[in-house]
C-alpha cells in the first residue's frame, strides 16, 4: 500500500460497450493536461489504458468536456465517453436530464431508463469543407475504392460497406485509410454491412486509437450514412464488437442510446506523474 502522501491525480475508468475512458474531474481545480499526460496515461501497459480521456471542466455555460486519443491528439466528440459522463453527473446531481458543452458545441443528455443513457450527438456535417475533405466533391460517394461516405460528426468518419463487416482485415485496412490524403486532419474508418432492415453490424478503427470495440460517433455516422444511402430508415440498430447501440437521426440532432459503466475510480501517485517530467 502507498502512504498517503504519495497520492496524486485521481481519476475514473468508466467504458460504454467497451470502448474504455479514463476521466479528470477539472470542476474544482485546474488539471494541467498535456498532449504527453494523455498518451502517457493511455499507455495500457505502463499507464492506465484507454480508448480516449476525458477532461471535465465548468465551462461558461456549465459543464464542458475535452477528450484526448490515445495516441495525446485532441478530439472534438467522442460518444460513448459524453454518455459515461453524463450519466455519472446525473446521478450525482438527481437529474434525469443534462445539457452540456464540447468542442462540438452544446449537447442534450437523458436518462432513457433500464440503465441507459442516450446523447444528442448534434446534427451531422455532410458537406466536405465541414467534414473537413481536401478538396470539393460528393461526400455520398467518395473517390476511394469501395465508394465509401464521409460524414463529420464534430469529427471525421469514412464509412465503407460491405457484404461481411467481420471478414474485412480491420487492422491491415483502418490503417491504410486514416491517412487518407482526401482526409486532412485523419479520419476514423468503419465497415459495416446491413443484416435485416434497420438493422447493421459495425467495426471500428478510430483515428489516433486504432481498432475500438465501440464508437458512439462512429455509429452515428454510419447510422447517418446508410440512411443516406437509402440502406436504411433514419433509426437503426448497430451491433458493435463491443455490444448494441441505438442511434435516431431526428430532426433536432443524432440521438445515440445504450449502456454505460464507470468501472472504478483511483489515484495516480507522485512517482508516475514525476516521470512524465
Request: hydrophobic fraction near 40%; charge should be negative.
Amino acid at each position: 500500500m502507498r502512504d498517503a502522501d504519495d497520492i496524486g491525480l485521481p481519476f475514473m475508468k468508466m467504458h460504454g460497450l467497451g470502448n474504455d475512458f479514463v476521466v479528470l474531474d477539472a470542476r474544482d481545480h485546474v488539471i494541467d493536461v498535456s498532449p504527453d499526460l494523455a498518451k502517457a496515461l493511455g499507455d495500457r501497459h505502463r499507464g492506465v489504458g484507454f480508448d480516449q480521456l476525458a477532461v471535465m471542466e465548468t465551462g461558461r455555460n456549465g459543464l464542458h468536456l475535452t477528450f484526448y486519443n490515445a495516441d495525446g491528439s485532441l478530439s472534438a466528440a467522442c460518444g460513448n465517453a459524453t454518455r459515461c459522463i453524463a450519466r455519472y453527473v446525473m446521478q450525482e446531481t438527481g437529474t434525469n436530464e443534462l445539457e452540456l458543452s464540447t468542442d462540438r458545441g452544446a449537447l442534450q443528455a437523458r436518462d432513457a431508463g433500464k440503465g441507459l443513457t442516450s446523447v444528442n450527438m448534434g446534427h451531422p456535417q455532410t458537406d466536405w469543407s465541414e467534414i473537413p475533405l481536401s478538396c470539393a466533391m460528393d461526400t455520398l460517394s467518395l473517390p476511394i475504392d469501395g465508394s465509401p461516405v464521409a460524414t463529420g460528426m464534430g469529427n471525421p468518419h469514412c464509412t465503407f460497406f460491405v457484404d461481411d463487416a467481420d471478414r474485412v482485415d480491420l487492422a491491415a485496412f483502418g490503417a491504410a485509410h486514416e491517412h487518407h490524403p482526401l482526409f486532412p486532419k485523419r479520419t476514423n474508418v468503419q465497415v459495416a454491412a446491413r443484416v435485416g432492415p434497420d438493422h447493421l453490424r459495425m467495426r471500428v478503427w478510430e483515428r489516433g486509437v486504432g481498432i475500438t470495440l465501440a464508437s458512439g460517433s462512429s455509429s452515428c455516422a454510419t447510422a447517418v450514412a446508410a440512411a443516406r444511402r437509402g440502406l436504411t430508415g433514419r433509426s437503426v440498430r448497430i451491433d458493435l464488437d463491443g455490444g448494441t447501440l441505438h442511434v435516431d437521426w431526428r430532426e433536432d440532432g443524432v440521438w445515440m442510446t445504450g449502456p454505460t459503466m464507470h468501472v472504478f475510480s483511483g489515484h495516480l501517485t507522485q512517482e508516475f506523474m514525476g516521470s512524465l517530467t
